[in-house]
């Protein structure tokens, strides 16, 4: 998260997933699907990599906010360690073909908007101490929503005119 916010609203944060998404969405349609499966746009990982990471986040947070809503314990890593989290996702979804990495890409956000879409505002600024490590429920969604759109999003720009200046 390159940037500190320290409060959404629900408006707020729903305009931000969209437009982070939108954004996304508009890098990606540069891209042809050769492109998509080159190494190197985060470390060895492709853009088909890279899209596959964000559905299992996204995947993650629609079961963990599932249990929270209904008054379980999410079961979230613990130790809650993101680069051992991120690096057993990959080895879950490094060999998946680019077609059902993109499907799943796009399911997985219509699942997550439609879940962020149904919150209240009240369960959006809940904070769970003792089983969300992200803090109010907001920060959850952002993190696996609007704020690794952008990450990722910066990640793939970079790589593309890296690859524009070496032709």
Not at 21 to 43: C, F, I, Y
């Amino acid at each position: 998260m390159s940037e500190k916010i320290d409060h959404l609203t629900k408006p707020e944060l729903l305009q931000r997933i969209r437009d982070e998404r939108r954004a996304l969405e508009k890098v990606l349609a540069r891209l042809t699907h050769p492109q998509m499966l080159l190494p190197g746009v985060d470390g060895e990982w492709s853009v088909k990599d890279v899209l596959a990471h964000i559905s299992a986040w996204e995947r993650n947070m629609l079961r963990w906010t599932g249990s929270l809503l209904r008054g379980q314990p999410p079961a979230t890593p613990d130790p809650w360690d993101v680069e051992r989290i991120n690096a057993a996702i990959h080895a879950q979804v490094k060999d998946r073909p680019l077609a059902e990495a993109l499907e799943e890409f796009r399911e997985s956000y219509r699942a997550a908007l439609a879940l962020a879409e149904s919150l209240t505002e009240k369960q959006l600024q809940t904070e769970y101490p003792s089983t969300w490590p992200m803090g109010p429920l907001w920060l959850g969604v952002a993190a696996n929503m609007n704020f690794h759109y952008k990450e990722h999003r910066e990640d793939i720009e970079k790589w593309l005119e890296k690859n524009r200046q070496k032709k």
